[in-house]
């Protein structure tokens, strides 16, 4: 069975630490790893990454996968209150089935 | 740019009714999906289709039945509701492959209560 496991679940940070989001994924014909944050509606986009060590960066937000061991991680680094969401990873499978994980629920302290 | 339609936003249904959210895309893709998300989680999906004519089930298909006729539309339909399926849901296209690869667009969400 696919899956895509996120963690942590929630994460309590102040303004201007420096957080590391992690995804893991369990699937049975890998196409493409997507991120997207999540406030009161539907999510936004935020990256997509299909080769082994290539960074993607936007601002202060960036993200790595490793198809070797199976895992993506979203780093966001001087964190603001606007960071505040649910930043949800999800994994396109061969067949083009896109699963998600339960998310991991940022809060940010000013 | 409509990009993804969900209709209707807010719907109150009884226990056994049934019911459609209607889902439009303008953008041409190929892939739709529906996906529903209950409080404090992330996005299950229900049925999900790669063209016309094409559907499949995804991890939580019970209760629900999807067509696609055309490469634009892609109604659910609950046949007969349940509190269960209290949720908020939520519609989403991309293309398959190509530069764009499988950047997913989501419509703005359908709220649905089940008394």
């Known amino acids: 069975e696919d899956k895509v496991v996120q963690s942590p679940l929630s994460l309590v940070v102040h303004e201007g630490d420096t957080v590391t989001l992690n995804c893991s994924y369990e699937v049975t014909n890998f196409r493409s790893l997507l991120w997207y944050k999540q406030e009161k509606k539907a999510p936004t986009f935020l990256f997509m990454l299909?080769?082994?060590?290539i960074e993607k960066k936007s601002g202060r937000l960036s993200s790595i996968l490793d198809k070797k061991e199976l895992f993506s991680i979203l780093n966001i680094t001087a964190t603001q209150t606007g960071d505040s969401a649910v930043y949800l990873c999800a994994v396109v499978t061969g067949g083009f089935k896109t699963i998600f994980g339960a998310g991991t629920r940022l809060f940010v302290k000013a | 740019n409509a990009g993804v339609t969900q209709t209707p936003k807010f719907q109150v249904l009884k226990t056994g009714q049934s019911m459609t959210l209607q889902c439009a895309q303008d953008?041409?893709?190929?892939?739709m999906s529906w996906y529903r998300q209950d409080p404090g989680m992330g996005l299950r999906l229900i049925h999900y289709?790669?063209?016309?004519?094409?559907?499949d089930q995804g991890e939580v298909p019970n209760g629900y039945n999807v067509s696609r006729s055309t490469t634009e539309d892609f109604p659910l339909r609950l046949l007969s509701a349940a509190p269960s399926q209290t949720s908020v849901y939520f519609c989403?296209?991309?293309?398959?492959?190509?530069?764009?690869?499988?950047?997913?667009?989501f419509g703005e969400g359908s709220w649905l209560t089940v008394v």
């Open positions: 289709s790669v063209g016309a004519g094409i559907t």
């Open positions: 989403a296209s991309s293309y398959i492959g190509g530069a764009s690869g499988n950047t997913i667009y």
């Open positions: 299909t080769s082994s060590g």
């Open positions: 953008m041409n893709h190929e892939y």
